[in-house]
């Protein structure tokens, strides 16, 4: 076991020193009264006497007095470096800077390596590590001998063959005349694992962005060209020899004008989906605001269907306006697309607050959506709905889940009373 925070040599000293006043205050002061009281050799005989027994006696109580003293102290020194070091949670070893050998380790550094504490007492800090990393430790003897705090991380290897991750936090002391270093250690095993995950998992998702760059750029510009080409040649060859052709094939040039023309759709809906990741441009707006615009943005299809759109007063949050912008056009589009023939289109947008942030709705009074599509409507292209009913390719819920939770909320859909469907997401307030 290494030292008691008060040594015994301290202590020692201290009653020696303690000892040496008491006599010299007792010779000097016993010497002085016996003179003044006694005058008479015989008596001066007899009290020196009494007086060397008297001494004998308060140096025996005196030196009592004070090892019980110092007994208690050591006591106590010795249950605080226990709570300290001995019996502490946190992994300790204290090992000598000469020789690089343990002087001691309390049971919870055993328990990481695997071995019982007194058992790793005067092994070298080398044995504890795997053959590579305990090649390399005489490069850096003079980082280890170092006087100072020093804090790295270390192979080492458990008793069954284990390598662990140790961090080291050290600091040097003299004892003794050694040269000695505390260090805690501390398991970040699985944490370095999960950081190297988090780093190829971060090089995969650059490598799956560089590739839909690409495929972006392919979308926007290879894919396009034939398109053009099909549908240029298909409306020559309508208009060169339309007094040739019967009704049935210019109803088939008619479809195959709309394929062409639905698939650029399409790939406009794809081109915009993958550019939506661009650096976002975070702030304080109010969102009604933002609504206001996205409303004025719509009101040609509110119009058409002569949809009524109340919108509650809405909360100041921080947010990319552009991307909030994003989400209320693809709801509100939403509920305008999927209303009912059969009574007027409500739509009614409101906020409130869900103890931590903001919960937007947006609800309709519409078609609603059957509970085993509400986890999938939010996928890109999914549709409900034949495109001769209901127009649009599918991507605009899923530009909008893509937009909340690129601000770390979430959205979700859920039936509303008496009909339709309810389309919430979260955001943070501008004061949060």
Known sequence: ??????????????????????????????????????????SLTLVQSWKGLCFVLLSAALIFALGAFFLRALAASERRYHALFADSPEALVIYDLDDLRIIDAN??????????????????????????????????????????????????????GRELDVSIHAQAYWEKGHHCRQALLIDVTARIRA????????????????????????????????????????????RRYAEHLDAEATQFIGYAVEGVGRLKALIADVEDFAQQRDVSQVQAVAANTVMAAVLDDLRRPIGVAAAHVVVATLPDVVVDPR????????????????????????????ATWGGECWVFR???????????????????????????????????????????????????????PGGGSIFAFTLRGAGD
């Open 195 to 238: 950081e190297t995950e988090l780093l190829r998992t971060l090089d995969e998702l650059a490598g799956a962005n560089e590739r839909m760059r690409e495929v972006s750029y392919a979308i926007s510009h290879d894919l396009q060209e034939p398109l053009r080409q099909v549908s240029g040649f298909v409306q020559l060859l309508e």
């Open 362 to 416: 947006v609800q309709d009074n519409g078609l609603g959506i059957d509970s085993e599509f509400r986890a999938t409507v939010f996928s890109l292209f999914r549709r409900l709905h034949t495109r001769d009913r209901i127009p649009g390719n599918g991507t605009g819920l899923a530009l909008a889940k893509k937009m909340v939770e690129s601000w770390g909320g979430r959205i979700w859909v859920e039936p509303a």
């Open 107 to 160: 049971a919870a550094a055993g328990e990481l390596l695997g071995y019982a504490a007194e058992d790793m007492v005067g092994l070298a800090i080398t044995a504890f590590m795997p053959l590579a990393v305990a090649a390399a430790v005489p490069a850096i003897l003079p980082r280890l001998r170092e006087p100072g705090p020093f804090t790295s991380v270390w192979r080492l290897r458990h008793h069954d």
């Open 1 to 42: 076991m290494g030292a008691p925070i008060i040594s015994t040599g301290s202590i020692a000293l201290r009653m020696a020193l303690g000892y040496a006043l008491f006599g010299c205050v007792w010779i000097v002061g016993s010497d002085q009264l016996v003179a003044l009281l006694f005058s008479d050799p015989a």
């Open 323 to 350: 991307r909030l912008a994003v989400v209320f056009h693809a709801l509100v589009d939403n509920a305008v697309k999927f209303r009912r023939p059969d009574i007027a289109c409500e739509i009614v947008v409101n």
